[in-house]
Nanobody
Framework: QVQLVESGGGFVQAGDSLRLSCAASGSTFTNYPVGWFRQAPGKEREFVAGIGGGFTDYADSVKGRFTIYRDSAKNTMYLQMNNLKSEDTAVYLC?????????WGQGTQVTVSS
């Protein structure tokens, strides 16, 4: 059983930075594709960033502002978010695919005030 626990969300002003963390247990993070999604009120869940197989991918809306990376020693994935905008306000969820099965964290709220 894989468990994902996010942290690092908060209330910030436009232009500020935040770093989200996703700690994994039950499996080694390094070996599987992982990523971040977000869901704003009344909107569909959307892809934000992903990492796997040595590659990273980003939604167009966050390219150049967000960076995804992972620390194998800590079995933790991060999302560094810079120059935050009000439209980045959402619940951010950690996602991993382990042996073809999707796992989700509980989410962490990010609120950006303009």
């Amino acid at each position: 059983q894989v468990q994902l626990v996010e942290s690092g969300g908060g209330f910030v002003q436009a232009g500020d930075s935040l770093r989200l963390s996703c700690a994994a247990s039950g499996s080694t993070f390094t070996n599987y594709p992982v990523g971040w999604f977000r869901q704003a009120p009344g909107k569909e869940r959307e892809f934000v960033a992903g990492i796997g197989g040595g590659f990273t991918d980003y939604a167009d809306s966050v390219k150049g502002r967000f960076t995804i990376y992972r620390d194998s020693a800590k079995n933790t994935m991060y999302l560094q978010m810079n120059n935050l905008k009000s439209e980045d306000t959402a619940v951010y969820l950690c996602h991993a695919i382990v042996f073809g099965y999707p796992y989700w964290g509980q989410g962490t709220q990010v609120t950006v005030s303009s």
